[in-house]
């Protein structure tokens, strides 16, 4: 039986937590939006104005100058080397990545199929690059002083250049899941090994995640480490998932 798309999702309930009524909801609309969905509407490669690839591009430098030009203000006193490295902690994928979990933004992004099956909503990559492709938006339509205050608020905050920020791999589906059950007041999740079977060198393990009594999941790993991995992941995607189901 064929799954049906989800109902997409309300952006208005993300306007409200990003303080913008958007005047032009397409060009918010274009930023949530990820290739593999423009593509899957037009049945092959979509028009650059259907995705969110160039606003990226558009956000990753309105980013840079915002930060760039609060760090100038911040520490007169900084060497110029010591900023770079400082703005580096605040525009590197794993920050904007703390930035998306913190908003929920993977579970207004507009994905193809095959993206949302594949855990797209939770990825790294994926939801870093749809925060600078909302700062794009947002300075699109609301000009630079609007994007200013989101960036100065959801993305450099209680900065200090002394406290380094914790990193997130790219694979790293635990940390994930710990940052954001702190980020959404949740209780930390509880991991445990229910089974293992098979051979002593070629064992399978069943690891469950429960993240307080409304998340949980099981994964099969060759190792305790895999198998954590793969649960924590399931259960990223149902925290980060719309709020509509999927019948």
Do not use: W
């Not at 095959?114 to 947002?138: C, D, F, P, Q, S």
């Amino acid at each position: 039986m064929n799954m049906r798309r989800p109902a997409e999702p309300d952006l208005s309930t993300l306007e409200h937590r990003l303080g913008h009524c958007f005047a032009d909801r397409s060009l918010l609309r274009q930023a949530l939006s990820h290739r593999s969905f423009a593509a899957e509407r037009v049945g092959g490669a979509a028009p650059l104005c259907d995705q969110n690839e160039q606003l990226e591009h558009l956000g990753d430098s309105v980013l840079g100058f915002v930060v760039s030009e609060y760090l100038f203000r911040r520490f007169t006193a900084v060497p110029e080397g010591r900023l770079t490295q400082m703005k580096a902690e605040l525009v590197n994928a794993n920050h904007l990545y703390r930035t998306a979990l913190r908003l929920e933004l993977g579970s207004f992004l507009l994905l193809g199929k095959t993206e949302e099956v594949n855990g797209g909503r939770a990825k790294k990559a994926l939801l870093a690059n749809a925060v600078e492709a909302l700062i794009a938006a947002l300075y699109l339509d609301g000009g630079l002083e609007r994007v200013r205050r989101f960036v100065l608020s959801e993305i450099v905050g209680d900065f200090s250049p002394f406290e380094p920020l914790p990193d997130i791999s790219a694979a790293d589906y635990k940390g994930a899941l710990q940052e954001l059950a702190r980020l959404k007041k949740l209780p930390a999740p509880h991991y445990a090994v229910i089974q293992e079977e098979g051979p002593q060198h070629a064992k399978t393990f069943t690891v469950e995640v429960r993240v307080g009594e409304g998340f949980t999941s099981r994964a099969d790993g060759s190792t305790k480490k895999a198998a954590s991995q793969l649960a924590a992941q399931y259960v990223l995607e149902q925290i980060t998932a719309p709020s509509s189901s999927m019948p």
